[in-house]
């Protein structure tokens, strides 16, 4: 398998780390600014966002960390695809908006439809050993 290979092994792990560092700076920024970000959310009616953004954030950053580390990965996507579909539908609701804010709220759609689509690969690979993992890749 492409994984056992050196290349593979390595072009894993870079993807893991570039993965892991766009989640990780989008949640520590949503933890750094959370009066904002809480509000923000409550804006846009998620429901209990005193609670929910900050619980959902720190599974952000537990899921990427997870990843990253390859230490049960399986658990860590599941934990980033969570926050993912519960998030994107909510916060970026681009179809309910006009011009420009139309426009930057489907960027953000489409960046996490695309974050999602990587970690459910990440998902689909937690069944194989990874090269460079410090955990249990089979969880």
């Known amino acids: 398998m492409v994984l056992e290979t050196a290349l593979g092994g390595a072009a894993l792990l870079v993807g893991r780390a570039l993965f892991a560092a766009v989640l990780g700076f989008l949640a520590l920024g949503n933890l750094q600014e959370l009066d904002e970000t809480v509000a923000y959310a409550e804006s846009k009616g998620a429901p209990a966002a005193r609670l929910t953004v900050p619980l959902a954030s720190v599974a952000l ?3 990427a ?3 990253l580390l390859g230490a049960a990965p399986a658990l860590g996507a599941l ?4 926050f993912l579909v519960g998030v994107t539908p909510v916060m ?3 179809w ?4 420009m804010d139309r426009q930057n709220e489907q960027i953000h759609f489409l960046k996490n439809v695309g974050l999602a689509g990587t970690a459910v690969v990440f998902l689909a690979l ?3 050993p990874w090269p460079y993992a410090v955990g249990p890749t089979l969880l």
């Open 65 to 67: 960390a997870s990843i």
């Open 79 to 82: 934990a980033v695809l969570g």
């Open 92 to 94: 970026h609701d681009f």
């Open 96 to 99: 309910n908006q006009e011009g």
């Open 61 to 63: 950053v537990g899921g």
């Open 126 to 128: 937690a069944a194989t």
